[in-house]
Each structure stands twice: as structure tokens, then as C-alpha cells.
């Protein structure tokens, strides 16, 4: 059993109105993207428990299900699947200057948020009270992109290459190249959510989701880049998640 999940004694105490509030918002994400305005506000009807749901990132295709499912005003591709379900949803929006999942929870200032299998393991070993309800994706999207290159055909080949990585990285996919393909701290460049350091240095690779920052090395640079999705290399955690504080 993967530990970023609750076990299912605990998900037999939740309650009847848990159950509708996760599997709603379950449902919102499973659908493709269609509106994605930012901070989009809710619904107002007193009849809907009200509902808010932070995201871990400002608006990416992936989040897309989540936005659909809202029943927004002049919107084609709402679906109200929130509204039909009883709830009330207001959707907060992350960023690099938004605090973490795991202080919004545990401030209030959010009922779910939309975390990482990582969290969740932390959050344990911390004594943090939140659980995680549901799994979007079943492979994480997180890759590691190089430039068109015959020397460059295994991530294993990245090894002494600089490389630019979050923060998050130390935390995340990092420890398993270091261990398992011999990648070192040295290597480790700041990457600020900007691709053109990587464009301009060709020895280079960065991070980035398999779903959005390929598709902006293309339209920026001009060339299809070389991907490897770190899920077939071994980092093979659930990903966008939706955590609950466990009261």
C-alpha cells in the first residue's frame, strides 16, 4: 500500500458528506481542461456546502478538470459537476509566493489542497493530521529535458551536466538520480520558471512537467527537446493529489 494513501479503516470514518465533497471534486478533475481563470470565484447559493480548493500552481492544463467542473458564467465549457454534487467550489490559485499545501491546510485557510505523494509521506513521519483522499495522476509528470543530441540518449547520460532544478527537487526526484545514476550536488543550477537559461546553454538540461514546459522549449526555442519522464526512470509516486486536513 502506497503510504500517501489513507488506509481503509480511516476511510470508513469519514463521513457521508466527506465522501460527496471527495469524490465531486474527483470527478471535476478527471475531465480536460476548459476554463482556466484565475482565483476562480464560486457560486453563490446557500443551499451548495461551500467548498474551497487550493491548487499547488497558478493555472496548467493538468489542473483543467478542476476549473471545468465550476459552473462559471459565459464559460462553454463548464460543466457544473461541483454545483450538481451539492458543493459550492472556490478554487485558490498557487504560485511561487503562495505558502505551502500543508500551511493552508493547517491554517484554515483551504479545506483540500493539491499536494504531492511526498507530502503526505513527510506529513507522517511529522505528525502532520492531514490524509490524502485521491490520486489524479498515477505517474508524476515530472521530466528532465536536454537538447537534441547524440552524446544525450538515456537520462543516465546527463551525469556532469548542468542541470536546472527547483528547490523542490532536494526533496523530490533528486535523491533517486543521485543514487541511482550517480548525479551530484554540483551539477544543480537555480531554475527560476524560466526556460531560456537552458536555451541558451546547450550543454544544459532542466526539469519540467511532461505536459507544459517541453511544449514551451518548442514554441521558444525553435526545436523539439530530448524528454525523459522521471516515472520510467524510477521516481514513480502518485501525483496531483487532493489532501484534507484530518481533523
Not at 134 to 139: H, L, R, T, V
Not at 154 to 176: E, F, H, M, Q, R
Not at 217 to 234: E, M
Amino acid at each position: 500500500m502506497n503510504p500517501s494513501l489513507p488506509s481503509s479503516t480511516a476511510v470508513h470514518r469519514l463521513s457521508r458528506r466527506n465522501f460527496i465533497q471527495y469524490s465531486s471534486i474527483w470527478i471535476g478533475s478527471s475531465f480536460i481542461a476548459g476554463c482556466t481563470n484565475s482565483n476562480q470565484p464560486s457560486t453563490s447559493n446557500s443551499r451548495l456546502d461551500k467548498v474551497t480548493f487550493g491548487t499547488n500552481w497558478i493555472a496548467q492544463v493538468e489542473h483543467g478538470g478542476f476549473y471545468q467542473a465550476m459552473s462559471t458564467t459565459g464559460c462553454a465549457y463548464a460543466t457544473c459537476i461541483y454545483k450538481d454534487y451539492g458543493l459550492d467550489v472556490t478554487i485558490k490559485m498557487g504560485g511561487p509566493q503562495v505558502p505551502s499545501g500543508t500551511q493552508l491546510l493547517m491554517g484554515d485557510a483551504v479545506d483540500f489542497f493539491m499536494g504531492y505523494g511526498i507530502d503526505a509521506v513527510n506529513a507522517i513521519a511529522q505528525g502532520i493530521p492531514k490524509i490524502t483522499v485521491a490520486a489524479i495522476f498515477q505517474k508524476d509528470p515530472w521530466c528532465l529535458i536536454a537538447h537534441p543530441n547524440t552524446a544525450i540518449k538515456t537520462l543516465a547520460d546527463l551525469k556532469g551536466k548542468p542541470i536546472y532544478v527547483s528547490a523542490s527537487a532536494n526533496i523530490t526526484y533528486w535523491p533517486l538520480l543521485e543514487a541511482k545514476y550517480g548525479f551530484t550536488e554540483d551539477q544543480k543550477r537555480p531554475y527560476n520558471f524560466n526556460p531560456a537559461p537552458f536555451l541558451i546553454n546547450k550543454n544544459s538540461a532542466q526539469q519540467g512537467y511532461i505536459t507544459s514546459e517541453p511544449f514551451a522549449i518548442d514554441k521558444q526555442g525553435g526545436f523539439q527537446p530530448v524528454v525523459f519522464l522521471l516515472a520510467d526512470y524510477g521516481y514513480q509516486p502518485y501525483a496531483t493529489t487532493i489532501e484534507k486536513k484530518n481533523n
